[in-house]
């Protein structure tokens, strides 16, 4: 829970008080009035502020504290502690949505995370808006300030803060991947009052940037689940009954791949090749000529050799010498 003097202001999540984490990255800054927190969103909860204020604040002409809630900087209006509410017991102040009244129905819509979707840059966006429309994107905020009650008041017709496709640079670099959005009930009536502010300036301001536990890793806020041992590494004692029976189906499927990979094996120790290599030679113009049916070495060479004619004497009227041998190509 963030603490600013009297006051202390915390994000509940589905019911639960929200994770929160210093923000490191904030500028170190003097002003006793404000507080920044990161805190962790899940998609599709619903959310709230809850703020404490003790017995102890001294008031002085103000009729009560009044409670502003913003998301990703948009107004959700508030509630009010009267000074005779903080008497004798610390107040807890509850802002869960933006009250609002349509077709006679008094509504709250209340405040939930949802998924965030983001564009590539389209050539009608205007970037020089980027900052003025995203740069509270991821952000929740409350103030308290001191105020007196001017009336009652009708709740009017709300417009909530429509949810839209961000364009990708408008985060710049920021990891995020929820948004805030809206879940509308029906609820009783209830009185509300018109209020106006005494001061200029607040007298706390609470600032949370919401952050899925994922993206909060990667800003290294808070640490990376350590990977789990594989079920093969752990003590048989430690395993549950589903892990048995998943390590026992991971077993029985190496020990099918390596009898098939076995049999697979046995199937290419049978298979009969030729290892002799293939024969060639020289054609006559240089080109090398390969023998599919080459037989050994010895008919190679017998077939490699020139045929030979020996001229008998009468054949050529005895003019040639018997030890001359005439070569036929």
């Known amino acids: 829970m963030a603490i600013l003097g009297t006051f202390e202001a915390q994000v509940i999540v589905n019911g639960v008080p929200a ?36 017995p102890t604040y001294k008031f002085t002409n103000e009729d009560g504290l009044a409670v502003y809630a913003y998301i990703d900087g948009h107004s959700e209006g508030g509630r009010i502690s009267r000074r005779q509410d903080l008497k004798t017991a610390t107040a807890a102040l509850v802002v869960d949505g933006h009250l609002q009244t349509e077709n006679g129905r008094f509504k709250n819509c ?6 965030l979707e983001t564009r590539d840059l389209e050539k009608g966006d205007d970037t020089s808006m980027f900052r003025e429309k995203y740069s509270e994107l991821g952000t929740l905020r409350v103030e308290i300030w001191r105020a007196r009650i001017t009336g009652e008041a009708e709740p009017t017709r709300y417009e909530a803060k429509k949810n839209e496709v961000v364009p990708e640079k408008a985060l710049k670099g920021r990891p995020l991947d929820v948004v805030t959005s809206y879940a509308p009930v029906d609820v009783p009536m209830e009185n509300t009052v018109l209020v106006k502010l005494m001061d200029s300036k607040h007298l706390a301001k609470f600032i949370f940037k919401y952050r899925t536990r994922r993206a909060l890793q990667s800003l290294m806020i808070i640490e990376r689940s350590p990977t789990p041992l594989p079920l093969e590494e752990r003590p048989v004692e430690e395993l549950t009954r589903e892990e048995m029976a998943e390590l026992l189906r991971r077993q029985r499927e190496q020990f099918r791949v390596k009898q098939e990979y076995a049999g697979l094996k046995r199937e290419r120790a049978g298979t009969i090749t030729d290892p002799r290599p293939l ?16 037989g050994s070495d010895d008919e190679e060479e017998e077939k490699a050799k020139p045929e030979v004619e020996v001229l008998d004497d009468d054949e050529d009227g005895g003019t040639t010498d018997p030890e001359i041998e005439i070569v036929d190509l």
Do not use: Q, R
């Open 19 to 54: 994770a929160e984490y210093d923000d490191d990255e904030e500028p170190v800054t003097n002003d006793p009035t404000l507080i920044t927190k990161y805190v962790e969103a899940v998609s599709d909860a619903l959310f709230a502020f809850k703020v404490k204020i003790s």
């Open 110 to 115: 209340m405040f939930k995370f949802a998924d």
């Open 279 to 294: 024969k060639s030679s020289k054609g006559e113009n240089g080109e090398t000529i390969y023998h599919l049916d080459s």
